[in-house]
Every structure is written in structure tokens, then in C-alpha cells.
């Protein structure tokens, strides 16, 4: 405990010797924390994607449209093959490719799964991971109204409604997610 009291007061007396230090020491942190907020962003907005649709559907239009209507990716393309789509990524012209395999309507339609994929460029990590979460959800969503779309014709009016349930997530501290609102507290 005595070491770290003349430790103290031999760094305390550097500060007060040296006039300089008492801006670097209180400044430059607060400086650095509100350049920094705004310069190491984590959002998202209009990621470049390409479509490889080999239904040319209703559902797969529906879902290409809910990509672009979310406001976190911009369709650059449809493409007619994975490797038109995969060297467009390769020249960094897109960030991530959906792939959309044939009969995927007829599968959705009759209940069963129908796999898509996605293919996400991982130079930047960080970004890759938001691009497969806001992706996901996404889907998600879209796969979410194509069971109701099915439960409908399936299940009469009245066993669907006792049988839903809809989530709606709220956010109390941040409700438009804003990641300045994380990062400087």
C-alpha cells in the first residue's frame, strides 16, 4: 500500500510540473470520444446485393422486394448464375449474394423447407456479421408470412387467431438503435 501512495505522489507532482499534461490528461480523452463515436460506425446502410433467382416466382420476388424495402441493402443486380454472381463479389462490386434455388415457391407453397443461401463477403468482419443478422431477420420475416399465408388456407379464421402470437420487440434506452447512444455512455 506505501508503494502505490509514493507512486501517486511522484505522478502527481509530474502533472503539476508539467502544464502540458493536464490537457492531454482531461482533453484529449473527451476529444477522442467524440471523434471516435462518430468515426468507428456500425451501421449499415444500402449494401450492394445481387440475386441468383432460378425460381423467377412470386416468393422469390416478394423476398428480393423485402430486401430492398428494409433500407439496409441495395439490389445491384439479378443475376442469371452463381458465377457471374460469385466474380461480381470477387471484384468487390457486391457484399452479398442470394441465391434463390428452383421450385422454391412450390416448396414454401406446400409446407416444406426450401433451402436459400446466402453468400456474404467476410473481408470485414464486423460488417459481415451485421450483414447475416439484418439478413436473417429478414428471412425470418418473410418465412413468418409465408406460414400465416399457409396456416390461412389451411386452418379456419378463428383457430389461427387463438393460435397466433406476434412479437414486437421494444427498445427503451435506444429505439432507433442508434449507435452513437451505445457508444458514448
Do not use: C
Not at 422454391?104 to 426450401?114: F, N, V
Amino acid at each position: 500500500m506505501q508503494t502505490i501512495r509514493f507512486l501517486l505522489y511522484k505522478e502527481f507532482l509530474q502533472i503539476f510540473r508539467n502544464r502540458f499534461m493536464l490537457p492531454i490528461l482531461f482533453v484529449m480523452p473527451v476529444v477522442q470520444l467524440l471523434v471516435l463515436s462518430f468515426a468507428a460506425t456500425y451501421e449499415l446502410k444500402e449494401v450492394q446485393f445481387v440475386i441468383v433467382d432460378m425460381d423467377h416466382s412470386p416468393s422469390s420476388r416478394e423476398l428480393a422486394e423485402k430486401f430492398q424495402a428494409s433500407g439496409y441493402f441495395a439490389l445491384a443486380g439479378v443475376m442469371p448464375n452463381m458465377d457471374e454472381a460469385i466474380a461480381k463479389m470477387d471484384r468487390g462490386e457486391t457484399r452479398m449474394i442470394l441465391h434463390l434455388p428452383p421450385n422454391l415457391h412450390r416448396e414454401l407453397a406446400s409446407g416444406k423447407a426450401a433451402p436459400i443461401q446466402l453468400l456474404i463477403d467476410a473481408v470485414d468482419g464486423v460488417s459481415a456479421g451485421l450483414i447475416q443478422s439484418y439478413s436473417g431477420a429478414i428471412i425470418r420475416d418473410f418465412n413468418t408470412g409465408m406460414l400465416m399465408d399457409i396456416q390461412s388456407q389451411t386452418v379456419s379464421a378463428s383457430l389461427q387467431r387463438n393460435q397466433s402470437i406476434q412479437i414486437v420487440p421494444v427498445y427503451w434506452y435506444n429505439p432507433d438503435l442508434n449507435y452513437i447512444n451505445f457508444m458514448v455512455p
